[in-house]
């Protein structure tokens, strides 16, 4: 499946991106933990997210990154404070350029800097993560956040844009970052319908939402 996946991103990234629609592969099915989310009334919930902005996969340029859209919501929503994670050196606005930087990043396994830390853990118990899926993986800037910090202890609860290869397995690369965490089920919005369908996007949120209880 990854296999395939990669083999349809080199595809789609071959024939560039905006312009007509191009699936390069069904959307996962959304799965979700059944069990509700307990937070205690002294912690404060925090929706933290990369997302980046120029050209992107079937959305043409943009101005407010996929993720980001949808962090913004959950944020609203569950009344959570948002932070950034910013790589140190930003990547290209070029889609295609970007994409073989990722590449060669996921194949060394590398650990690119991120510009700043966030400085207030402590006080949150529950913890939204939110990420593009890049070549069917965490983008590696948020492997060097998540294993720079301290989540023990603490509820993770993952979300993905995607341009159609879904949570791809990521959930799990949070739990081996983060091992001594729970790691919910997550949540997956292909990246065009964040960019251009609020009211889809919106109703797909509420829903996971109410089945984490919150
Ligand atoms: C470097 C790179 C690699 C990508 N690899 C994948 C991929 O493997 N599978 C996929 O479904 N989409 C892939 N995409 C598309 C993004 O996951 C998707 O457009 C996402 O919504 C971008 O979110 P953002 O605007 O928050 O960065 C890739 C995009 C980039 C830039």
């Known amino acids: 499946m990854k296999k395939i996946f990669l083999l349809l991103l080199i595809i789609f990234t071959m024939s560039g991106c905006g312009g007509e629609e191009k699936t390069p592969a069904e959307p996962e099915k959304k799965s979700v933990e059944k069990a509700p989310v307990e937070t205690s009334s002294d912690k404060k919930i925090l929706v933290l997210y990369f997302s980046r902005t120029g050209e992107e996969y079937n959305v043409g340029t943009i101005t407010k990154g996929n993720t980001e859209i949808v962090a913004e919501m959950i944020a609203q929503k569950v009344g959570g404070d948002l932070f950034e994670v910013k790589p140190a050196k930003p990547y290209p606005n070029e889609y295609q350029a970007c ?4 590449k060669t990043e996921l ?31 965490l983008p590696r800037v948020m492997m060097t956040f998540l294993e720079s910090n301290d989540f023990s202890g603490k509820k993770i609860i993952p979300f993905c844009t995607h341009g159609g290869s879904g949570l791809a397995g990521t959930e799990r690369e949070i739990k081996d970052a983060c091992p001594n965490s729970e790691v919910l089920s997550g949540l997956a919005i292909v990246g065009k319908t964040a960019q251009n369908d609020s009211a889809a996007v919106e109703k797909d949120v509420e829903a996971w939402l109410k089945t984490l209880g919150l």
């Open 107 to 137: 194949e060394s396994n590398a650990r690119p800097a991120f510009e700043k830390n966030i400085d207030n853990l402590a006080q949150y118990d529950t913890i939204f993560i939110g990420y593009p899926i890049w070549w069917s993986a």
């Open 99 to 102: 994409t073989e930087i990722a």
